[in-house]
């Protein structure tokens, strides 16, 4: 079995979560190591996960921590490959680091897609993939023809807007790389509603 586009799951922070989504061939786990952060997951409790699936790419996820302290942080969080970043600024200092850099971009309007979109090849340069995220943009045409243009000049990754019903249509109207989906808190101790997420996850499925 195998999905049908790229597919990151963020705030992974339970073995269910995991187990799951390995299950379902995603590509890419993220955990939150900002011991600050309400997701954040120690390195004992990653490798108490990770140690169980196999077959998926893990990133470390990060909203305000500076570069220097990220680098040592994921010194304690073996098989990442990549790391995922809030702030711009600290792209230029991690892009040299050996793991793959993704900015998560709280797009707020049109403009902030126009923005990324002049400086399209200078994310593709420096192998920097985007990670949409929006509150306030629904898919209407002229969205979907900005992000169109957008990820034909560098790798963006979906994570707003979709749904089980949308998903393929939209992904194939804008050709992003992919799509990020986030994980959630468990019910209690291995029991968790997977409703959303699977919905979307299964009407992703390849049939054999």
Not at 5 to 13: D, M
Not at 39 to 67: C, L, N, Q, R
Not at 145 to 166: H, Q
Request: with cysteine.
């Amino acid at each position: 079995m195998a999905l049908k586009t790229f597919v990151k799951i963020s705030n992974i922070n339970n073995l269910s979560d995991a187990r799951y989504c390995a299950g379902m061939y995603v590509d890419l786990m993220g955990f939150n190591l900002e011991n600050n952060h309400k997701d954040f997951v120690t390195p004992e409790k990653y490798k108490e996960i990770t140690d169980w699936i196999s077959g998926v790419a893990f990133v470390a996820e990060f909203e305000t921590t500076h570069p220097d302290k990220i680098l040592e942080t994921v010194k304690s969080y073996p098989n990442l490959t990549s790391i995922e970043i809030k702030e711009e600024f600290h792209i230029k200092m991690l892009v040299n680091s050996g793991y793959g850099i993704i900015w998560k971009i709280n797009v707020k309007n049109l403009g902030d897609l126009d923005d990324l979109i002049a400086k399209a090849d200078s994310y593709k340069n420096f192998d920097v993939v985007l990670h949409l995220s929006s509150d306030n943009l629904n898919m209407e045409d002229e969205v979907l023809g900005k992000i169109k243009s957008l990820a034909s000049s560098c790798n963006v990754l979906l994570g707003f807007g979709i749904n089980a019903d949308n998903i393929t249509e939209t992904v194939e109207q804008t050709g992003v790389k992919g799509i990020c989906l986030k994980g959630g808190d468990e019910i209690k101790p291995g029991v968790r509603d997977f409703d959303e997420l699977a919905d979307i996850l299964e009407s992703l499925e390849i049939e054999d």
